[in-house]
């Protein structure tokens, strides 16, 4: 039977996303009154430039049952069966929104909550596509992906507090003594749900190469396929020292590179970057 994966718009998956046939269903984003659609018609830069000009972050939310409905009526048009993606259920009402929807249809819409973002989620959506495409069931794949998505590193490391302050997760003094030390707080997914981890301080194109070390050192067995450099619109050369590392320490058969979409790129804001991959 064939299978459609899918996943909402948090996966980050750049061009992956066409050439491994994935159906992507866009979260909302709110500047004031103004609603678009993640990856549609709103860019990471109309985030930044609307935080500039009002000092505010922009609003998102998750599509509603109908929406999720819709969105899997038209899937199983070209499949028999859908498995679909989800952020992380603690980050967003998306995930109780699609298992709710898939209900109306007989079993035929799977729908897993990732317990990650971005492309920590997009790593699952990918091995799922990987085994969809070496003939597994999608019992199969869903069992697989349940027990890898704890094995997943979700992780990053914003250049400024700023957009994480305006959210409330971090306080005014902590951004206050971040900004005034240069101190950059590792951010990680620790089952579902983001917590701080290592401080680092200094210059991000420095500091970015510590980060990965610590990575390897963290995880030194891991799934080879692949692993994600994904950044928030950064600085050129802190992307080029955190791929020039990974090639250094990992052995992946591909490293890939991906901009955060306007979701994720709201809630952290510019030059931000995280290594992501699968560990055993």
Known sequence: MAIKITSDSTCDLGHLVAERNIGILPLQVNLGANSFHDGVDIQPQDIFDYVAKTGELPKTSAPSIGDYEEFFTAQL??????LHFNISAKSSGSHNMAVQAAESFGGKVHVIDSMALSSGQGLLVVKAADMRDAGKTIDEIEDAILVLREKVNTSFVPDSLDYLHKGGRVSGMVKTVASMFKIHPLIMMDHGQLVPGKKYKGKMSMLIKQYVEDLKEMYPKY??????????????????????????????????????????????????LGVLFICE
């Open 77 to 82: 048009k070209e499949a028999d069966e859908v």
């Open 223 to 272: 799934d080879r396929t692949r692993c994600f450099v994904t950044h928030s619109c950064a600085d050129a050369d802190l992307v080029a020292a955190a791929k020039e590392k990974v090639a250094e320490l990992f052995d992946f058969d591909e490293v890939v590179e991906t901009v955060a979409g306007s979701i994720v790129t709201s809630h952290c804001g510019r030059n931000t």
